[in-house]
């Protein structure tokens, strides 16, 4: 769900960590307020209900809405090492698992 706060230009896309591990990935206009429902578990039907309690992990804002509805849909076809590497700021990590690892990638073609 997306929340509007009419004073606010930017979005959030943002990754909560659940108590089991998991990771929930989502985008909001009010970052305190939808971190706050997730928390209070104001929407049973949520992912992250029956998840509590949750931290939040990581967000970047950004400031139109295509690209921030885009963003969360690439966060959410990431792995969770990619996450991770993310969240903890590890670029090249996240350079290297971003790299293409399939058979018809140059690096992986045997050279005869």
């Not at 305190?32 to 992250?48: D, I, M, N, Q, W």
């Amino acid at each position: 769900m997306i929340y509007k706060d009419t004073s606010q230009e930017l979005y959030y896309v943002y990754i909560i960590e659940c108590n089991d591990g998991s990771f929930y990935t989502g985008l909001t206009y009010d970052l305190l307020k939808r971190f706050s429902e997730h928390c209070e578990g104001v929407y049973p039907a949520c992912y992250t209900f029956k998840r509590r309690p949750l931290i939040l992990r990581y967000y970047e804002t950004i400031p139109f809405s295509l690209e921030a509805a885009q963003r969360e849909k690439q966060l959410k076809g990431w792995s969770r090492s990619k996450k991770l590497a993310l969240m903890n700021g590890n670029l090249h990590k996240l350079s290297l698992l971003s790299e293409c690892q399939n058979l018809s990638h140059s690096k992986f073609r045997s050279h005869h």
